[in-house]
């Protein structure tokens, strides 16, 4: 399974890698921005995309955009995770197409859920961090 999580911060980026490396044998490939996740996309088949929405040069919402318009990645589930989550907030990145939205903050259990209701091959189990 392979995963391209888009977030400017490191930590963020690292914190999702090790909540999916717990999750199952996940493959993470990072983006620090909108810009280098639209480099990667085509040039890669991902199972998921989780991005943030506040980016520098493109920011999440333009991402989910681009990908719901893209033949190779339109149907990728999409999880948007912001500190942005105002039921508007929400609303709108349902609306363009992104298929689960999490508030940051959020516990390892709460992303490892919304990956196990994207992913279908991810486990119950996995989506516990049962041993």
Request: charged residues 30%; glycine residues 6%; negative net charge.
């Amino acid at each position: 399974m392979k995963v391209l999580v888009v977030d400017d911060s490191r930590a963020m980026r690292a914190y999702v890698r090790g909540v999916l490396k717990d999750a199952g044998p996940w493959t993470v490939v990072e983006a620090s921005s909108g810009f280098e996740a639209l480099r990667l996309l085509p040039r890669e088949a991902f199972d998921l995309v989780i991005t943030d929405i506040n980016m520098p040069d493109i920011n999440g919402l333009e991402l989910v955009r681009f990908i719901r318009r893209s033949e190779r990645q339109g149907r990728v589930p999409l999880l948007i995770v912001s500190t942005l989550s105002s039921e508007r907030d929400r609303a709108r990145v349902l609306e363009l197409g992104a298929d689960a939205f999490l508030a940051k903050p959020f516990e390892p259990e709460d992303l490892r859920g919304a990956v196990a209701g994207l992913v279908p091959s991810v486990s119950a189990k996995d989506a516990r961090g049962d041993e």
